[in-house]
């Protein structure tokens, strides 16, 4: 059932004069009726109505949308029309699912598409996400909104821009296409997301980008922390950020750099959690530890990792080897443990035991527990 019907022209006219004033006060839509009917004789050449509302049903006889709008003007065969201020919903299952406004729009007469430009709004009127832009268009029977140019979106807890955005009510999400997209968490701690292309996953509360992405967290204008990865999971409900795929993280405080092929951040608990391999650089230090897996906990500094863990001075060449290493970030204190390896060029020096604690900087490691063995090889020269 389209929104036009093939039916003689003067049955046209009434039936939407009537869609138009269905839903307005009785004395003002009467005269308004009396003054467009009156009129209808004389437009059948160019077909204008003024304050009319439009409307398309599917095959059940459900609302596919509804729009007001101050003018509408048919072209001479009737298959499209242009209309001025529309004000309207767009529907799904029968339901309201989006508000939308702008300056101008056109449909289409099979009624599948309606396309909006000037100052459009569209609001997702479950979740409050308001999509603002300079064009819009909307597949009811594809379930697809799309608003573009000079796109931004706001919401209580994310704000962005892009190219385009495309909704999707079923799935319950907002695709961002840009380059870049720039998104920012609207809650403390604030964040920055920057990307190719994100989805924004409304129900789950989620930001999920399947391509290089860059998370920045913000403390006031200043850029506190960094993160950088091919693909990325951000949760805006419990602030944490999934890195996957080659993954960087440059934090502040304490300075390091930690780099692998996955991270689980969390930004209230101030926590990295790696269960995959993992590299971290103490710059200040000249310090690189490598692992199997790792936890880094930013108040009180302290990083845990275990497996095959590779602790090296890079100003010194020392190395520690252990099955499991806790470093005190602050102190730079190292407390290693299991098959303990230590060695460094001057003097040349191994040590091996199942224990040890110290500072590779200084040189100073003290292996002990159990049986030590101590290896020092002369200067000959």
């Known amino acids: 059932?389209?929104?036009?019907?093939?039916?003689?022209?003067?049955?046209?006219?009434?039936?939407?004069?009537?869609?138009?004033?269905?839903?307005?006060?009785?004395?003002?839509?009467?005269?308004?009726?009396?003054?467009?009917?009156?009129?209808?004789?004389?437009?059948?050449?160019?077909?204008?109505?003024?304050?009319?509302?439009?409307?398309?049903?599917?095959?059940?006889?459900?609302?596919?949308?509804?729009?007001?709008?101050?003018?509408?003007?048919?072209?001479?065969?009737?298959?499209?029309?242009?209309?001025?201020?529309?004000?309207?919903?767009?529907?799904?299952?029968?339901?309201?699912?989006?508000?939308?406004?702008?300056?101008?729009?056109?449909?289409?007469?099979?009624?599948?598409?309606?396309f909006m430009r000037g100052n459009v709004v569209a609001t997702d009127i479950e979740s409050g996400a308001v999509l603002r832009g300079d064009e819009m268009e909307w597949q009811p029977y594809e379930d697809l909104l799309i608003v573009k140019g000079n796109l931004t979106g706001t919401h209580p807890q994310l704000r962005f821009t892009a190219?385009?955005?495309?909704?999707?009510?079923?799935?319950?999400?907002?695709?961002?296409?840009?380059?870049?997209?720039?998104?920012?968490?609207?809650?403390?701690p604030k964040l920055r997301l920057q990307g190719e292309r994100l989805i924004w996953k409304l129900d789950e509360e989620m930001v999920i980008s399947e391509r290089p992405v860059q998370v920045q967290q913000f403390e006031g204008e200043q850029v506190t922390n960094q993160a950088n990865g091919n693909a990325a999971e951000v949760n805006l409900q419990a602030k944490?950020?999934?890195?996957?795929?080659?993954?960087?993280?440059?934090?502040?405080?304490?300075?390091?750099?930690?780099?692998?092929?996955?991270?689980?951040?969390?930004?209230?608990?101030?926590?990295?959690?790696?269960?995959?391999?993992?590299?971290?650089?103490?710059?200040?230090?000249?310090?690189?530890?490598?692992?199997n897996q790792g936890r880094i906990e930013y108040d009180p500094q302290i990083a845990y990792f275990t497996g095959n863990v590779r602790a090296s001075g890079l100003d010194d060449q020392s190395l520690l080897t252990s099955d499991r290493l806790t470093w005190n970030i602050a102190s730079q204190q190292v407390d290693a443990e299991g098959n303990v390896v230590y060695t460094q060029p001057d003097p040349p020096t191994t040590l091996r035991g199942p224990r040890a604690v110290g500072k590779l900087q200084d040189q100073t490691i003290v292996v002990s527990g159990g049986r030590v063995e101590t290896q020092i090889i002369p200067n000959l020269q």
């Open 163 to 188: 190219i385009e955005a495309r909704a999707t009510n079923e799935d319950r999400q907002i695709e961002l296409f840009g380059a870049p997209i720039e998104a920012f968490t609207e809650e403390e």
């Open 240 to 291: 944490t950020i999934r890195l996957m795929q080659t993954a960087i993280l440059t934090l502040a405080d304490p300075p390091l750099q930690l780099s692998g092929d996955a991270f689980l951040w969390n930004i209230d608990q101030q926590t990295l959690i790696s269960d995959q391999p993992i590299t971290a650089f103490q710059r200040e230090e000249n310090i690189i530890m490598t692992a």
């Open 1 to 114: 059932m389209g929104w036009i019907r093939s039916i003689a022209l003067p049955v046209v006219l009434v039936s939407l004069l009537i869609t138009g004033v269905g839903c307005r006060p009785e004395g003002r839509g009467a005269d308004r009726l009396a003054e467009s009917s009156s009129a209808a004789d004389e437009v059948d050449s160019n077909l204008v109505f003024n304050n009319i509302t439009l409307e398309q049903v599917d095959e059940n006889g459900e609302l596919l949308w509804k729009v007001d709008a101050e003018q509408a003007v048919y072209s001479p065969d009737q298959r499209n029309a242009d209309i001025i201020n529309p004000d309207g919903e767009l529907y799904q299952g029968g339901k309201a699912v989006y508000q939308i406004q702008a300056e101008k729009g056109e449909i289409r007469r099979d009624g599948n598409r309606i």
